[in-house]
């Protein structure tokens, strides 16, 4: 006897992953209910609509953009790509990183690498590579923000790695926002509901069972998409038979990345498509990307320790910290031109809980462990299960797809 249920597929979570799982099942003849905890779809990719400008308060940048997907979906879905360079790396008239110090401190950051590529069986902590007491540790701890999200005693070696083998170094952008462009992917024959919330799964009757904020439904397979911090914390009631999925997860958190935009009002001495760090002997310091396609923003993207203590001390305070770092750089007289405009929030997000995933050390091997589907019938896709492009879109939309392939295969075999 057949057993009757309200959807083919549930996808839970409308960010890249879902969003990819979505459009590889579009056209399939199948139902598919996908729900979202966010008012919004995008998930950690949102643009925000701001009087400057759209401004991007997740991702940003189409990393590894000469393979990555979403350059050519862009073509198709009517955005331009930015192909020019990114300012990241230089400092805007060496202003308070002399060309020799900025020179030191590259040459800091690339032995690192190359120790780490040295280190030997047993040796999976990034930081392990560090040069003792090099002037320039704090300033590779401000990268480890940027790059994983944590200090490189948090870091494995080997994901890392996996990450930095797989990356062609090619960072391109897309005009009017990556996270506009990613949610207008979404196919038009889903069943979307914003603000309903994953709250129960269970395996019943051949499928699963749904509880939500929205009611219960019934699926013959479900995809999730939830990120590892929210998986990991129990937010999702699981059957106990998950629990390896709940493990490897804690294994995998996400880092701490949060973005702060300062509106510039009247004449400043800023540059368009300029780039400084703040203060590069301060592991906390903000990372400044100055006047994005020529808008009167500066974006301060902040990482692990400095993602951290913005989100302790509260938006108002992270902001005046900022202002203090651009006015020790350009001058006091800028204090009066930059006014805080939109900050994120990923870590105090309910249903996200941070910024993109990264393996502890000795276990960049949850990756796989947390992609592997169950019975056929649950499925996971992320950031987090993608072996080398983890902490991206583009990651997180292949695994979104590699999902769907898999929810396919199975009911086409039961």
């Known amino acids: 006897m057949s057993v009757a249920f309200d959807f083919d597929i549930a996808i839970i979570g409308a960010g890249a992953a879902g ?47 000469d393979r990555n997907p979403w350059t050519v979906l862009a073509g198709e879905l009517g955005y331009s790509v930015d192909r020019h360079p990114s300012a990241w790396g230089q ?27 040295r280190l030997g069986p047993g040796h999976d902590r990034a930081s392990d590579a560090l040069v003792r007491d090099d002037r320039w540790n704090s300033y590779l701890q401000a990268l480890s ?3 994983s999200g944590d200090e490189l005693q948090r870091i494995s070696a080997n994901d890392y790695l996996a990450y930095d083998d797989a990356s062609t170094d090619c960072n391109w952008r897309v005009r009017g926002g990556y996270g506009q462009m990613i949610t207008s992917a979404l196919p038009d024959n ?38 590892s911090n929210v998986l990991a914390s129990g937010a999702v009631d699981l059957p106990v038979m998950l629990d390896d999925w709940r493990h ?38 903000g990372s400044y990307y100055i006047m994005p396609f020529g808008m009167a923003v500066i974006e301060c993207f902040l ?50 809980g941070g910024g993109y995933s990264h393996a502890l050390p000795g276990h960049a091997g ?37 999902a769907a392939e898999e929810v396919l295969t199975a009911l086409r075999s039961a």
């Open 366 to 402: 949850a990756r796989q462990v947390l992609a592997r589907p169950y019975e056929d019938r649950v499925f996971l896709a992320g950031e987090a299960t993608h072996k080398s492009d983890f902490s991206t879109a583009h990651g997180a939309y292949a695994t979104g797809l590699r």
């Open 303 to 352: 990482g692990g320790a400095g993602a951290r203590s913005a989100a302790s001390m509260g938006a108002e305070a992270a902001f005046v910290r900022a202002v203090d770092q651009l006015a020790a750089l350009f001058g006091t007289s800028v204090r009066s031109r930059l006014k805080p405009l939109v900050a994120s929030n990923w870590a105090g997000t309910a249903s996200i």
């Open 145 to 147: 923000g940027y790059i």
């Open 19 to 65: 969003i990819g799982a979505a459009r590889r099942l579009s056209g399939s003849g199948l139902s598919i209910l996908m729900m979202e905890a966010l008012p919004r779809p995008g998930g950690r990719a949102w643009t925000f609509q701001s009087s400057a400008g759209p401004l991007d308060l997740g991702c940003g940048w189409l990393h590894s953009a």
């Open 248 to 285: 490897a997860a804690s294994l995998l958190p996400l880092g701490n990345n949060e973005k702060l935009f300062l509106e510039i009002v009247g004449p400043s001495p800023f540059q368009a498509e300029s780039h400084v760090i703040g203060d590069p002997g301060d592991p906390e310091t």
């Open 190 to 227: 889903v069943d979307l509901r914003l603000g309903v919330s994953l709250e129960r799964l269970e395996l019943t009757g051949g499928g699963v069972g749904l509880s939500t904020s929205d009611g219960s439904f019934t699926a013959r397979a479900a995809i999730m998409t939830v990120s």
């Open 91 to 117: 400092q805007f008239e060496d202003r308070g990183f002399s060309r020799r110090d900025h020179a030191a401190a590259s040459d800091a950051f690339q032995t690192w690498n190359e120790r780490l590529r």
